[in-house]
């Protein structure tokens, strides 16, 4: 079955611009993180949502927004862009909210000028 | 918060010999760790996972060990090929969330 699908892979944005990424999880799965990744830091969470609710929320300012479709499919937004959010975005699906094998997608890579 | 520490961020080996990937996690409650590789340029890709009530898993050229009483998490990886040279997270679970370590770059000589 096809895996987790990412678009845009690529993106270009200038400061104070937003950005809408998605996500479409693995046939099946309820569940969507996101995840930020950064060059000398982890994978750090953003969200997930799991049936169209958001079940958990990272540390991040409220800039970063999301939410998830009946058919799972998910969209993240970034408002107010910041040099800081060039980074690739990672989106992940599973069965299970919060536990369970988490599938990744191969990102959309964010480059803010 | 949780944090998922590797204690090497680098590693190289020579083709053939077996490579090990360590990882500290802090939560005793965590009951679920995976391992993950990633490659340049793409998401990371499911290796191998293992639940807290096992201590070694094994899957093919790779074993996770699980040491919960120093809450240290191992990846085996034999016969270490170049398609193997990666970043490798692991990840831990509580049930509630992921959270992820900042990754080792394994380096494979040829």
């Known amino acids: 079955k096809a895996g987790v699908t990412q678009t845009p892979r690529y993106l270009i944005k200038t400061r104070g611009q937003q950005v809408t990424l998605s996500c479409s999880p693995i046939?099946?799965?309820?569940?969507v993180s996101w995840y930020q990744q950064t060059p000398g830091q982890g994978l750090q969470f953003l969200f997930e949502?799991?049936?169209?609710?958001?079940?958990n929320k990272g540390n991040f300012p409220g800039r970063f927004s999301g939410r998830q479709f009946s058919n799972s499919r998910s969209e993240m937004n970034v408002s107010t862009l910041e040099l800081g959010d060039s980074a690739l975005y990672l989106c992940?699906?599973?069965?299970?909210?919060?536990?369970?094998?988490?599938?990744f997608g191969e990102g959309s890579r964010l480059t803010v000028l | 918060g949780e944090s998922v520490g590797l204690h090497l961020p680098t590693l190289s080996v020579q083709e053939g010999d077996n490579s090990i990937i360590n990882c500290a996690y802090s939560?005793?409650?965590?009951?679920?760790f995976i391992w993950y590789k990633q490659e340049s340029g793409k998401g990371p890709q499911f290796i191998i996972d293992?639940?807290?009530?096992?201590d070694k898993r094994q899957g093919q050229r790779v074993t996770v060990l699980l040491n919960k009483t120093v809450k240290h998490l191992s990846l085996q990886i034999a016969a270490t090929q170049p398609g193997d040279s990666a970043v490798y997270f692991c990840?831990?679970?509580?049930?509630?969330?992921?959270?992820f370590g900042t990754g080792t770059s394994l380096t494979v000589i040829p």
């Open positions: 992940a699906s599973s069965l299970l909210s919060g536990a369970g094998e988490l599938f």
């Open positions: 046939s099946g799965h309820r569940s």
């Open positions: 949502y799991f049936s169209e609710t958001q079940r």
């Open positions: 939560n005793s409650a965590s009951d679920y």
């Open positions: 293992i639940r807290s009530n096992m």
């Open positions: 990840a831990e679970n509580t049930g509630n969330q992921f959270y």
